[in-house]
């Protein structure tokens, strides 16, 4: 079946670097990609809408230029947490979209910030 | 806006049926989800069920889907403690856009 992959899973990084997360379609060419922030003990809130070839659409409250989505085929999104600070410490998670309107999700990745 | 909603916490003994509701509010919803999360991990598709369909079942588990009143229930059958984790219910109104509820932690006693 579909399957789409995050790396890295876990992440620890200083306070004031930047991390890239990566998800990949492994099977099938997803032209749209989400991404999504989970904090402990809460739903998944999406923060953008990745576009193969264009900018991402970045939902309400969502610091664009904190958080860089690059989507540049059509099998793989990037999210770049920019000059990243403790309250970023998160589970940030990806999905794409399959035929038939399935979505699937990756495995996820843990962002902590130190 | 949209808006989905479920109850926060379930507790079952283990070899009972499970039901978890929720409720949404966008009908133009086309599709509704349950996802499962285990601890640490990350969401594991369930079932799905087209908002055409008031029913489907698959193995173990029942989703049942009034679209009059905007509900949406999974069933588990024979719960297990396996079965303990987080559920959420998501719609979709295509284009794979998916808003989630809160989830809700489902605790199985044996």
């Known amino acids: 079946g579909a399957v789409v992959s995050q790396h890295p899973s876990w992440v620890i990084c200083k306070s004031g670097t930047s991390v890239k997360i990566e998800c990949r379609s492994l099977d099938f060419q997803a032209t749209t990609m989400f991404w999504y922030r989970q904090f402990p003990k809460q739903s998944l809130m999406l923060m953008a809408t990745s576009n193969e070839g264009s900018k991402a659409t970045y939902e309400q409250g969502v610091e664009k230029d904190k958080f860089l989505i690059n989507h540049a085929s059509l099998t793989l999104s990037t999210l770049t947490v920019t000059s990243a600070h403790p309250e970023d410490s998160s589970f940030y998670i990806c999905s794409a979209g399959h035929s038939g309107n399935t979505i699937y999700f990756g495995e996820g990745s843990w962002l902590t910030v130190v | 806006g949209e808006d989905v909603e479920q109850s926060l916490f379930l507790s079952v003994r283990e070899g009972d049926s499970s039901v978890i509701n929720c409720t949404y509010t966008?009908?133009?919803?086309?599709?509704l989800y349950w996802y499962k999360q285990e601890p640490g991990a990350g969401l594991q598709l369930l079932t799905y069920?087209?908002?055409?369909?008031d029913m489907k079942q698959d193995q173990r588990l029942t989703v049942l889907l009034n679209k009059k009143d905007k509900h949406l229930s999974l069933r588990i059958a024979d719960t297990q403690t396996g079965d303990s984790a987080i559920y959420f219910c998501?719609?979709?109104?295509?284009?794979?856009?998916?808003?989630f509820g809160a989830g809700t932690r489902l605790f199985v006693k044996a």
């Open positions: 069920i087209f908002s055409n369909m």
């Open positions: 966008d009908s133009s919803s086309t599709y």
């Open positions: 998501a719609e979709s109104t295509g284009g794979f856009k998916t808003i």
